[in-house]
């Protein structure tokens, strides 16, 4: 089978930066991959513009065998119009550092409105599966409150809950417990352990949790200057890095 | 085509002269209400809750009425208690006295806006109280203020028309008086109009370059 | 106060052009404000350039000329207005502008972060704004609004000037057939306070059951 994401060559820049740098990646269809790395490697950057919130300066993107940024028109292949876009976006979910749930909903409409709106789901069938993954992320008794009442550990469990009302083929975690208090990272990590076991799921995580990130990936993934610097099995990369950038990123992790 | 270009023309002379009158006017009540307002601030900070609360009352009513009546207020029944002043003098002091009340809460907001932290550093550094406010508080709290000042002033400067109805003979009141001389409005509504427009696009681009370099 | 009683009838004539002329101004405000408020926002470049010509010609000339303009000018152009037909445009067009950039500024306001996650989800540009970028942006558009409402109504007093009989003509009428002078203006002064008085309530009231649900946690 056709790799479901595959990047070739990818450029980004930021004025004077370089973010990705020809970058060459390929994710197989319910692989769980972590993509670790110092800041400013271009790891979020990998996830963002899989989620087209950055365009890209050069190369190609694609989704289950569909580029990303270009289609077929007739027999000429021209830039992605927003109606492509959208549909390669919805085989696609994403989590985000900073949950962005949204503040005037509550807990269930932030879960069932997307859908109805965007999947145009009866509202009896948007909200049973929105109780649904409600209940799977362990918030049934939180549906009617605000997300400004609930912790970060608990915004973040309905974010990603709000993400799997799509039925994404592969879901994004970018930096998903960063912004969290350490006591609140266990919750949501037991909600990332659960998602693993699904074997259809394709998942790519951006993460500094380093002792969970060998624990659930298939594959590890060590970005430098917006290029993958090794990459590996959790055993190969953690046990035995053949990069000394690794080595260095890996002890001074070990150390803090 | 209604406009005539060279009426316009024999026009502007007079206009761009008045015009030095509104902005004489606004310069003045601008003056006038950055001292009152400073009053005003002083006196909402005061110890005493019946001199707040009976200051904030009074900023809160003129606050919430048109200048154009407080202009008529001034203008009639100051007279009557033997207070005779040129409508000039009592144009600006209405218009000064009607901002102060705006400009005592850029006051209030700049104060405020300088973290506790820096107080009681200041304490800690073993300052007085005035000394803590000249050196460490102002210097901070000031260059915030400056912009909104600023734009209050060109506000103040829209509002000058409004003498006009306590005939005050500024650049309104002059193109009314030429217009209806001659039943000719077009052109000197017309004049007026780019004037204020042509001098708040210049003022407002002026706060906007004090803004950057405040900015930083 | 005998003057105020005899004279409550004129007095409440103002006070009721005062209102409606404040009301429908305020609408018309109101549509323009979010009409050039979010044109600025625009990816269309001509269309942020019409709102911001918009909104600079209105905030930079004195509302008083505008009003005269319309007044005495647009009939020579053979646009004839009835006087509160003219108060109302003038008054709701330049404070239109004003509240463009509340709009504008509260539109701009939300985080960046709300819509990215309304792309991620593949909410459209339409649905991203009107379902997620401007409920959150409307609680923080009241109470700069509210003030401009109260700006609104003081600035209404200046149609006395073209010959509309709101509360500020009457006292001026007051003031020349009694040749009294402090009790007609302070009664229509307070007519003002209360009238303002109720404006501000019924945005406080507003602000309190827009702000359900956005007491954002502390991450923020």
């Known amino acids: ?256 | 085509m209604p406009f005539d270009f060279e009426f316009a023309k024999s026009i502007l002379p007079h206009l761009l002269e008045a015009s030095v009158i509104t902005i004489a006017a606004t310069f003045v009540s601008f003056a006038i209400a950055l001292v009152i307002g400073l009053f005003l601030a002083l006196g909402l900070r005061s110890r005493f809750a019946l001199v707040r609360r009976g200051i904030w009352g009074a900023t809160q009513f003129i606050r919430s009425t048109p200048l154009l009546v407080q202009l008529y207020f001034l203008f009639f029944v100051l007279p009557e208690i033997g207070i005779t002043m040129p409508p000039f003098l009592t144009g600006v002091i209405g218009l000064g006295a009607h901002y102060s009340c705006y400009i005592a809460e850029v006051y209030r907001a700049g104060l405020e806006s300088v973290p506790k932290g820096q107080w009681e550093a200041a304490v800690a550094l073993n300052y007085g109280r005035s000394r803590a406010m000249t050196e460490i508080i102002l210097p901070q709290a000031i260059p915030p203020m400056i912009p909104v000042l600023a734009n209050y002033m060109i506000t103040m400067f829209k509002d000058t028309p409004v003498m006009a109805s306590i005939t005050v003979i500024e650049l309104m009141q002059t193109a009314n008086i030429i217009a209806s001389e001659r039943f000719l409005y077009v052109e000197p509504m017309t004049l007026v109009g780019l004037i204020f427009l042509a001098l708040s696009l210049v003022a407002s681009f002026g706060v906007r370059l004090i803004e950057g370099r405040l900015v930083r | 106060m005998s003057l105020i009683y005899e004279a409550r009838w004129v007095l409440l004539e103002g006070a009721l052009n005062t209102i409606i002329i404040t009301l429908a101004a305020s609408l018309l405000a109101g549509a323009m404000a979010f009409s050039a408020g979010l044109a600025r926002l625009s990816s269309i470049a001509a269309v942020r350039c019409i709102a911001l010509v918009y909104i600079e010609v209105f905030r930079g000339v004195a509302l008083l000329v505008q009003l005269f303009w319309m007044f005495f000018v647009l009939p020579f152009f053979d646009i004839h207005l009835e006087p509160i037909t003219t108060a109302i445009l003038a008054i709701g067009l330049c404070n239109g502008a004003y509240g463009a950039e509340i709009v504008r500024s509260a539109i701009s306001a939300v985080p960046r972060g709300q819509r990215e996650a309304a792309c991620a989800l593949n909410y459209t540009r339409l649905q991203t704004l009107w379902r997620i970028v401007v409920p959150q942006a409307i609680p923080m558009m009241l109470p700069p609004f509210g003030n401009l409402m109260i700006e609104l109504l003081k600035v209404t007093a200046l149609v006395s000037l073209i010959t509309v009989h709101d509360l500020s003509f009457q006292a001026l009428t007051l003031q020349q057939t009694t040749m009294q002078t402090a009790a007609p203006f302070t009664a229509v002064l307070v007519g003002y306070f209360l009238i303002a008085l109720v404006i501000t309530g019924i945005f406080r009231l507003a602000e309190r059951r827009a702000g359900v649900g956005l007491d954002r946690g502390g991450l923020r």
């Open chain 1, 1 to 256: 089978m056709s790799p479901i994401i595959t990047l070739r060559d990818v450029r980004k820049t930021f004025g004077p930066l370089v973010v990705l740098d020809g970058l060459n990646m390929e994710v197989q269809r319910g692989e769980k991959v972590a993509l670790i790395g110092p800041s400013g490697s271009g790891k979020s950057t990998v996830l963002r513009t899989i989620m087209t919130l950055e365009t890209i300066d050069g190369g190609e993107i694609e989704i289950d065998g569909e580029s990303l940024w270009h289609m077929k028109r007739g027999s000429r292949v021209v830039p992605a119009n927003e109606a492509h876009l959208r549909r390669m976006r919805s085989k696609v979910g994403m989590v985000f550092q900073q949950f962005n749930l949204f503040p005037h909903w509550t807990v269930l409409k932030n879960v069932m409105n997307p859908v109805r709106t965007v999947l145009g789901l009866p509202e009896p069938e948007a909200r049973a599966r929105a109780e649904e993954l409600i209940a799977l992320v362990g918030l049934q008794d939180k549906v009617n409150q605000y997300p400004g009442r609930l912790s970060g550990g608990q915004q973040q469990r309905v974010a990603i809950a709000r993400a799997l009302a799509f039925r994404p083929k592969v879901m994004l975690f970018d930096e998903v417990t960063s912004a969290l208090d350490p006591e609140l990272v266990g919750e949501v990590l037991n909600v990332l352990r659960m998602l693993a076991h699904e074997h259809d799921l394709t998942m790519i995580m951006v993460t500094h949790q380093m002792g969970f990130a060998r624990e659930i990936s298939d594959r590890i993934l060590f970005f430098e200057h917006g290029r993958i610097a090794e990459e590996g099995t959790p055993e190969k990369v953690f046990n035995c890095p053949t990069n000394d950038r690794t080595r260095a990123f890996l002890t001074a992790v070990r150390q803090a």
